[in-house]
């Protein structure tokens, strides 16, 4: 059974920094590239990292460029996302997929930016 479990989340003001972590698990996590989405309050999920299967390619969208990082390590079947000069916008509740998707989504971790 595919199963991904995100963590780390949390309160922090703007300017500060959190290291998400996702566990993966029921496939094989390092024959895939993975991807970490955020969804915003009324709003629709979006893409915001993009790591390949050996990691040795990266990949973010322009509102995170410089700021988020992605990793893996495929020995532990896991995926993290240091986010550092986090604003308000960066709120959301995100998530870790597989890419190509396989299983269905996980729980989620809320980050919340706010002074």
């Known amino acids: 059974q595919v199963q991904f479990v995100e963590s780390g989340g949390g309160l922090v003001q703007p300017g500060g920094s959190l290291r998400l972590s996702c566990t993966a698990s029921?496939?094989?996590?390092?024959?895939?590239?993975m991807r970490w989405f955020r969804q915003a309050p009324g709003k629709e999920r979006e893409v915001v990292a993009h790591?390949?299967?050996?990691?040795?390619?990266?990949s973010y969208a322009d509102s995170v460029k410089g700021r988020f990082t992605i990793s893996r390590d495929n020995a532990k079947n896991a995926l993290y996302l240091q986010m550092n000069s986090l604003k308000e916008e960066d709120t959301a509740v995100y998530y870790c997929?597989?890419?190509?998707?396989?299983?269905?989504w996980g729980q989620g971790t809320q980050v919340t930016v706010s002074s």
């Open positions: 997929m597989a890419f190509p998707g396989v299983g269905s």
């Open positions: 029921g496939f094989t996590f390092s024959a895939y590239a």
């Open positions: 790591i390949s299967p050996s990691g040795l390619i990266t």
